[in-house]
């Protein structure tokens, strides 16, 4: 509830600063200029173009780079590649006049090559966490001038955050980020994959190590995960849910065999962005079945 009230006064303070002094007549001339020159946008970090777009400000943008793949048609841009493999001879092509990009965009020397040309690098924090996640819609939202739209977001995801419903029974969650022979990378803590399970209600096996980390057959059985998540990037690569189980180790958790194998939008579980207050109701709502449906079985074998 703590972190509920950290992001509904967030997102208050903003629409005050707003309302009492952060829309002088000189920063709404200002407003409507910016608008009139329409800067070039390219973003670095899925959340962030979420953000432009959910900010109303898609038009404006001119590239993009590998992880923002949603929405969908955002993929039909030009494209600057990985945002942690950035090229700078690649980005001074498309002439940008504005730069926002995740703090874990780089390389570092690729971004300071910019700033020095004298493109604007804004480089946004854009998680693990929620509260990351809200500073970064409003940072956003200061940076493109729609300080009043960046603070109805951030009140739209506390919204959501408190419909979350608690459960006695919770469920192991397994997220695989990728999969190479008989290594599966899945996350630990400090991850944006573990900021969902947590929110959403189930308990990330893989808590106890930092980051990402590749585990043997072994080890997955070890976590007896009831779930596991598979994005959707990486379930064309291994096959679907279907080629996932004849991994070793895989099909002998509980959640292959309980069919609780999901595929999930990528930036679902990878990105904090404007929608997360939604995805996070949805995934608590499908734990909350599973975490049932165990509480079900284990009466009637009583």
Same mark, same amino acid.
């Given at each position: 509830?703590?972190?509920?009230?950290?992001?509904?006064?967030?997102?208050?303070?903003?629409?005050?600063?707003?309302?009492?002094?952060?829309?002088?007549?000189?920063?709404?001339?200002?407003?409507?200029?910016?608008?009139?020159?329409?800067?070039?946008?390219?973003?670095?970090?899925?959340?962030?173009?979420?953000?432009?777009?959910?900010?109303?400000?898609?038009?404006?943008?001119?590239?993009?780079?590998?992880?923002?793949?949603?929405?969908?048609?955002?993929?039909?841009?030009?494209?600057?590649?990985?945002?942690?493999?950035?090229?700078?001879?690649?980005?001074?092509?498309?002439?940008? $006049?504005?730069?926002?990009?995740?703090?874990?965009?780089?390389?570092?020397?690729?971004?300071?090559?910019?700033?020095?040309?004298?493109?604007?690098?804004?480089?946004?924090?854009?998680?693990?966490?929620?509260?990351?996640?809200?500073?970064?819609?409003?940072?956003?939202?200061?940076?493109?001038?729609?300080?009043?739209?960046?603070?109805?977001?951030?009140?739209?995801?506390?919204?959501?955050?408190?419909?979350?419903?608690?459960?006695?029974?919770?469920?192991?969650?397994?997220?695989?980020?990728?999969?190479?022979?008989?290594?599966?990378?899945?996350?630990?803590?400090?991850?944006?994959?573990?900021?969902?399970?947590?929110?959403?209600?189930?308990?990330?096996?893989?808590?106890?190590?930092?980051?990402?980390?590749?585990?043997?057959?072994?080890?997955?059985?070890?976590?007896?995960? $009831?779930?596991?998540?598979?994005?959707?990037?990486?379930?064309?690569?291994?096959?679907?849910?279907?080629?996932?189980?004849?991994?070793?180790? &895989?099909?002998?958790?509980?959640?292959?065999?309980?069919?609780? &194998?999901?595929?999930?939008?990528?930036?679902?579980?990878?990105?904090?962005?404007?929608?997360?207050?939604?995805?996070?109701?949805?995934?608590?709502?499908?734990?909350?079945?599973?975490?049932?449906?165990?509480?079900?079985?284990?009466?009637?074998?009583?």
């Amino acid at each position: 509830m703590s972190l509920i009230r950290a992001l509904l006064a967030f997102g208050t303070s903003v629409i005050f600063t707003l309302a009492v002094g952060g829309c002088s007549e000189r920063e709404m001339t200002n407003d409507a200029e910016q608008q009139s020159h329409a800067p070039r946008l390219i973003t670095l970090g899925g959340e962030l173009s979420e953000t432009v777009v959910a900010l109303g400000f898609e038009d404006q943008l001119v590239a993009v780079d590998s992880t923002s793949l949603w929405p969908e048609r955002l993929q039909r841009l030009p494209n600057v590649g990985y945002l942690r493999q950035l090229n700078t001879e690649g980005i001074l092509a498309l002439s940008p $006049d504005l730069i926002l990009a995740s703090h874990e965009a780089g390389p570092e020397s690729v971004l300071d090559q910019l700033r020095a040309l004298g493109i604007p690098v804004h480089t946004v924090t854009t998680g693990p966490d929620l509260r990351a996640a809200s500073t970064a819609i409003a940072t956003v939202g200061e940076l493109l001038g729609a300080r009043s739209q960046s603070a109805l977001l951030i009140d739209a995801l506390a919204q959501s955050m408190a419909n979350l419903k608690p459960m006695e029974n919770v469920p192991r969650v397994l997220f695989i980020l990728s999969k190479a022979g008989n290594q599966t990378l899945v996350a630990g803590r400090n991850t944006k994959a573990h900021t969902v399970i947590s929110h959403a209600g189930g308990h990330n096996v893989g808590a106890g190590f930092d980051g990402y980390k590749p585990l043997s057959p072994e080890a997955i059985v070890q976590l007896a995960p $009831d779930i596991i998540l598979l994005p959707s990037h990486t379930a064309g690569s291994v096959g679907g849910r279907e080629g996932l189980l004849t991994h070793r180790g &895989i099909q002998m958790t509980p959640a292959a065999e309980r069919g609780h &194998i999901w595929i999930i939008e990528s930036q679902t579980v990878l990105s904090l962005g404007p929608r997360i207050g939604e995805s996070l109701v949805v995934l608590n709502r499908r734990f909350a079945s599973v975490a049932n449906a165990e509480v079900k079985t284990a009466e009637l074998a009583r």
